[in-house]
């Protein structure tokens, strides 16, 4: 994962994902393709929990 200095999370490791994926035999293009997606939303719901745990 990607993280400001404060903290929050801005991203996942692409590099870190399709390597799992590789290692796992599951062909890296259409992981490719989708993972921007899911990023987005798993960043969102992640800083989300975040800010609820510290409020």
């Avoid at 890296?28 to 409020?55: H, K, S, T, W, Y």
Wanted: aromatic share 4%; hydrophobic share 50%; net charge negative.
């Amino acid at each position: 994962m990607r993280l400001s200095p404060s903290g929050t999370i801005t991203g996942w490791d692409f590099g870190a994902a399709l390597g799992m994926a590789a290692a796992l035999g599951i062909d890296p293009a259409p992981v490719a393709e989708i993972l921007p997606e899911i990023e987005a939303v798993m960043v969102r719901a992640l800083n989300e929990q975040r800010e609820m745990g510290d409020g």
